[in-house]
């Protein structure tokens, strides 16, 4: 029901919206649970277990029992708290955990059952017969677990991720986090105001105090007048991590209809040289039979609902409280006109001035009502009453917000005479409490806490700062009287969400879950989607009594983040779809694509994988004719993604061979050498050519896998060990475009091209050379056992001079060649790449321990000369030939023809496969128990995922031109 | 967690890749007997409390870094260049 000029909505802007498939009206600034209690509607869920009716408990992100799916578009939000989400022209919400409706679920027959279902009951009833598990129990349960569904379809709402950076960050916007943000702001201090509401201003906002709109509107409108200062409305802090940064998830368009572009939620990391926690206190509800009904709520939420919305959550209102505080809300509800039936105070002491009755000694023992609460049943110190009310609010106190500075596993300090947790300085570093989240419950208190903590952030950042004057507060003591259940027989919920009752704590302790951490799993309590807000101080205090310890002793469970729910999408904002890794492309990705070949990825990169001809319909068609194409005219391949490391400097020499295990210092100016690269623990890191350019620079060439990981390895060689040598040397890989030009014709192909002929350019020589007029790098290399070359030019120039090099190689006969070609080529040839070099193998493993130099240390010597990385019984690299023309596949492995096919018998591994079309059959390159001793030998290939077996024979890893006369040529 | 590099001021961790233990600096002399390499490649101990480790500043400056941080409490107690010891050398 409405109250006329009461709450912050904005009357003139009505909004219409449905629940549950029904039309309803609310006002622009209404929450869901606002305007649905505007409209008469009590019962909006229905509980996780027991599946009884269930109203709105509070106003906040607390919320256990208004949980609803939002749906937007194709996707749907579960567990949305209908107390957070602001109601938006269109939006529809539906009740969730209930079947075939909310009023009538058929699931509430396990409220009947509820003797049954006490806590442990999955453990103890589900244990027998065994095989039951998971044919039977697993599914059952599954079924009927849960809260909201999500759509089965992806997520394709769209989120953001962003950074943010301040001297000062306050959490929560209440008295003290205005005067923080105030303090520090007017010392020019950059300040973060992050509050998780759409409105600023915390408590003060609903409280009805004296220090009301006005101030917050003036403190508000000169922060934002502010250049150093940003207000983060709808901006929950849901995580305190290490070195000041803070974890915050934005509502950016969840109170909007959904539009292109417009991100639901921004995922926040914001890094604070100091933090305030002004998070403010949650009110603790009472246990005691029933108090779960629609129509019981929070003291402070029907406040909240009153000066807020100006909705009144009943027409006959009652209060069961234990202090002082909670009488403001009877009192303000009186004032606009609502009828309150009585206060049933718990204290013997507590004042009986009101315009109601009032009992002392007072409890609420049960409540009546199916759908709605109707009456509630009492005592006080003259006997059993009844009382017939549609809304009882409750108030057994207040709990300050100390989660965020838990986070890092600090334990909040018991404080006897506020019977309440609070936290203490050194929780998280660079972290102040300050109002009621600290314990100060009064709002003077609070604005000055808020003062004092900005100031003492601010001498912590090397800044003064001087306390704005306080205005005038109220400043009452609170007086409270803990009270956590009221004795009796019947279920008092204590945790809402997940329904935990007095009854369950105290049976997990009789039954020796004593611990708080114990009790929660056992009874799961704190564990539902709320975290146990309102039910954590409660459950452990009840624990605490059925154990005979003090709270204090009892202690609390562990405080984690998030504080309150985060989705996933928000999460992982930008990484859908192409955003999940950047994607880097060759200077000649768009005329390979032009030609139709397919793009394959290696690491970032995308390379061609082959070239399709007309009339070809399989990969190997393509592949077979252009090794055939390179090994009888000319074949053009883009190896730009190969790493590019220019090393120079007059100790450039010392450091390669340092880092190489063959000698770099005596390769001539104008040469190129293969080098090996080992790790430190002896195994090979990398391989490639290196160039020596002049006397002091060299061009280092790395695999397109490991060029990252060389790069890496060089720093930490140079400035680990040798950082007084003079040498640098940076990553060149994107300067440069690189191809190779391979075949009998490719001298041909080049001098076609060149400014000027190449006629003598021996193998392993480099050159510099000229196409049209501009400067190229021109190396005499081969990875495909041809007569090969690379050259290499500006990347600006890499797509013109590519498609040149096709056109004039396609006028040869020739033409580009892909991945498959190339992989096909190197295999016949024996050349290795990371699918040899794979991390656990050695020097002399591949046959190369004698390119580990005995004249020189190097990286790597010593530890690839221990025992057990050198001898027979290691696995070296061979070739294999099938015995009969049959395919066989990298990953099989190897055994003696006649042994047993088991894992003891294992001879080694196979690596790579091809089919050769030059030497028309398939070929291998495995690791074999002493492999090199074992040549013209045959051995068993036994693959079970391609269900091969077929006899091979061993052969040098060298298969075609083992000479090499044709790469010489 | 967040990092001070020397040369680039304090950064966030994603800038950096980390490597491991100090130990990984104290490379053996020429000719050292296995054990010594056994004990820089291999030995690690594992302390709760201070650790020194090394990480990479692999998206800022190449610069590789000696931090000092405690595993218990998450400080980062010292950050500094690996390049600026002294007696690197080989």
């Known amino acids: 029901m409405r109250i006329a000029a009461k709450g912050l909505i904005d009357r003139t802007k009505p909004v219409s919206f449905t629940f549950d498939g029904k039309s309803y009206c609310g006002f622009h600034g209404d929450t869901l649970a606002s305007a649905l209690m505007a409209n008469g509607v009590r019962l909006v869920g229905r509980s996780f277990k027991y599946h009884r009716p269930r109203g709105i408990l509070t106003a906040g992100p607390e919320e256990p029992n208004a949980m609803v799916e939002v749906l937007d578009g194709a996707s749907q939000s579960p567990n949305t708290r209908a107390t957070v989400q602001e109601i938006y022209d269109g939006l529809a919400a539906q009740s969730q955990n209930r079947w075939p409706s909310l009023r009538y679920d058929l699931l509430s027959v396990n409220d009947l059952a509820a003797p049954f279902l006490s806590a442990g009951f999955y453990y103890k009833t589900f244990m027998w017969p065994r095989a039951f598990w998971e044919g039977l129990y697993e599914p059952l349960i599954r079924r009927a677990a849960g809260l909201g569904r999500l759509k089965p379809q992806n997520e394709t709402a769209s989120y953001e991720k962003a950074f943010a950076f301040c001297d000062l960050l306050v959490i929560g916007s209440g008295p003290a986090g205005l005067m923080a943000a105030l303090t520090a702001a007017r010392a020019g201090a950059h300040v973060i105001l992050a509050e998780q509401d ?45 070195q000041g940064t803070y974890a915050a998830l934005e509502r950016v368009g969840r109170h909007l209809p959904s539009a292109p572009h417009l991100p639901r939620e921004c995922f926040w990391r914001i890094v604070a040289g100091q933090a305030i926690l002004s998070t403010g206190a949650l009110e603790r509800p009472i246990a005691f039979e029933n ?19 100006g909705v009144v959550p009943g027409q006959k209102i009652t209060l069961f409280a234990n202090n002082d505080h909670a009488r403001q809300a009877v009192r303000q509800l009186m004032a606009a006109g609502v009828q309150v039936a009585a206060i049933l105070d718990s204290r013997a002491d507590a004042s009986t001035v009101d315009d109601c009755p009032v009992y002392l000694s007072a409890a609420v023992t049960d409540t009546q009502g199916r759908h709605g609460l109707t009456q509630i049943s009492g005592t006080h110190a003259g006997g059993a009453f009844q009382i017939d009310t549609d809304c009882l609010l409750m108030s057994g ?19 006897e005479d506020i019977a309440a947790f609070v936290p203490h300085s050194g929780m998280v570093p660079g972290l102040t409490a300050a109002g009621s989240a600290n314990g100060a419950f009064s709002t003077h208190a609070a604005l000055r806490e808020g003062a004092d903590a900005a100031i003492a952030a601010l001498t912590e950042l090397g800044r003064s700062a001087t306390a704005p004057d306080l205005p005038q507060a109220e400043d009452a003591p609170y007086r409270l009287q803990p009270l956590w259940a009221v004795p009796g027989k019947g279920r008092a919920w204590l945790d809402f969400a997940n329904d935990v009752t007095v009854k369950d704590v105290k049976l997990a302790a009789q039954e020796g879950y004593t611990s708080v951490e114990h009790m929660k799993r056992y009874t799961t309590q704190g564990m539902a989607p709320d975290q146990g807000k309102n039910s954590n101080v409660a459950a452990l205090a009840v624990l605490a009594d059925a154990t005979g310890r003090g709270i204090a002793e009892t202690g609390t469970t562990t405080f984690r983040a998030p504080f309150t729910p985060v989705s996933i999408g928000a999460l992982g904002a930008g990484g859908q779809g192409a955003g999940f890794a950047p994607q880097r492309y060759m200077t000649s990705d768009q005329a390979s694509r032009d030609r139709g070949a397919p793009m394959v990825e290696a690491g970032l990169w995308y390379r061609p994988s082959y070239f399709p001809k007309p009339g070809e319909t399989t990969w190997r068609q393509s592949c077979d004719r252009e090794v055939l194409m390179v090994r009888s005219s000319v074949g053009v391949a883009d190896v730009s993604t190969l790493g590019k490391i220019d090393i120079q400097g007059p100790d450039a020499a010392r450091f390669l061979d340092f880092v190489y295990t063959n000698t770099f210092s005596t390769l001539p100016v104008g040469r190129v050498r293969y080098g090996l690269m080992l790790r430190e623990d002896g195994f090979v890191l990398d391989d490639g050519t290196t160039a020596r350019l002049g006397d002091t620079h060299y061009l280092m060439t790395t695999t397109t896998a490991a060029a990252g990981q060389v790069m890496r390895h060089l720093d930490f060689v140079h400035q680990a060990y040798c950082s007084d040598w003079q040498v640098r040397f940076i990553s060149v890989t994107e300067s440069w475009a690189q191809f190779a030009v391979a075949g009998p014709m490719a001298k041909m192909l080049l001098n076609a091209l060149l400014d000027e002929r190449i006629d003598d350019f021996p193998f392993m020589t480099y050159g510099e050379v000229s196409v049209e007029g501009v400067k190229a790098r021109l190396f005499r290399i081969s990875f495909s056992g041809e007569e090969g070359y690379e050259i290499a030019v500006p990347t600006a120039y890499g797509e013109a001079l590519f498609r040149d090099l096709l056109a004039k190689a396609e006028t040869l006969g020739g033409g580009a060649y892909g991945m498959e070609a190339l992989n096909v080529m190197r295999i016949e040839k024996g050349f290795i790449t990371h699918a040899e070099i794979h991390g656990r193998i050695t020097a002399f493993d591949i ?8 004249k020189k240390d190097c990286i790597g010597k010593a530890a690839s000369q221990r025992p057990g990385l050198i001898g027979s019984e290691r696995e070296q690299l061979v070739g294999l030939r099938p015995v009969t023309k049959t395919d066989i596949g990298a990953g099989a492995h190897l055994f003696n023809p006649g042994d047993k096919v088991e894992r003891v018998n ?14 028309e059959t398939y070929l291998g390159l495995a690791f074999l128990k002493d492999g090199r001793a074992r040549h013209g030998q045959r051995v068993r290939l036994v693959d079970h995922m391609r269900k091969t077996d077929v ?9 075609l031109d083992p000479e090499g006369a044709k790469l010489r040529a | ?19 491991g233990s100090e130990d990984y600096l104290n490379r053996p002399t020429e000719g050292a007997p296995i054990e010594a390499w056994d004990d820089m490649l291999h030995l690690r101990t594992n302390p709760a409390g201070v650790t020194k480790d090394l990480w990479y500043h ?27 010891r002294k007696g690197g050398a080989v």
């Open chain 1, 847 to 854: 046959g190369m321990a004698k390119m580990v130099a005995s």
């Open chain 2, 1 to 19: 967690m967040r990092l001070t590099c020397p040369l680039c001021g304090t950064r966030d961790r994603r800038e950096f890749y980390y490597s």
């Open chain 2, 58 to 84: 692999e998206t800022g400056c190449g610069s590789w870094l000696l931090v000092t941080r405690n595993t218990v409490t998450h400080a980062v107690l010292a950050t500094e260049l690996v390049a600026a």
């Open chain 1, 291 to 309: 108090n779960d009904r629609p129509g019981i709520m929070l003291a402070s939420a029907a406040l909240t609902y009153l000066n807020r919305f």
């Open chain 1, 198 to 242: 759409s409105v600023m201003g915390g408590h003060l906002l609903s409280d009805g105090g004296t220090l009301g709109m006005p101030w917050v509107d003036a403190t508000l409108a000169e922060l934002r007048a502010l250049p150093n200062v940003r207000l983060m409305a709808r901006t929950t802090v849901v995580g305190a991590y290490d």
């Open chain 1, 906 to 919: 294992d001879q080694g591994y196979v690596t790579s496969v091809c089919w050769s079309p030059v030497l």
């Open chain 1, 951 to 959: 006899l091979c024979e061993v052969t040098d890893p060298v298969f």
């Open chain 1, 397 to 415: 106190g207040w709990n300050p917000l100390v989660n965020i500075a838990c986070h890092q596993n600090a334990r909040p300090t018991w404080r």
